[in-house]
């Protein structure tokens, strides 16, 4: 059955065509589809994310930072006298 045969050659190179641009998932930011031949990027958390919207992000946290490397500093003050009280 050469017909056969045929057929599924040709929906093995459809297969393959997508995987080419497979969906990666799904934003962390924007919650919409990121495919694999976008410009993105992966987090540890195994989270992606496209680049301009991480752009974007760590643009806005940037500004954040400022106030919260303070609060991480006192944090971390506090740490280091819990320890030097322990120890
Ligand atoms: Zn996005």
């Known amino acids: 059955m050469p017909k056969v045969k045929k057929r599924t050659w040709a929906f093995a190179k459809t297969q393959s065509q997508k995987n080419k641009s497979r969906r990666v998932g799904s934003c962390l930011h ?12 992966i987090f540890a958390t195994k989270q992606p994310a496209h680049h301009r919207c991480y752009a974007k992000e760590t643009e806005k946290e940037q500004q954040q930072q400022k106030v919260e490397t303070k609060l991480w500093d006192n944090l ?5 006298n819990k320890k030097d009280i322990y120890l």
């Open 30 to 41: 924007c919650k919409q589809d990121i495919m694999s031949d976008d410009s993105f990027v």
């Open 76 to 80: 971390k003050d506090w740490n280091t």
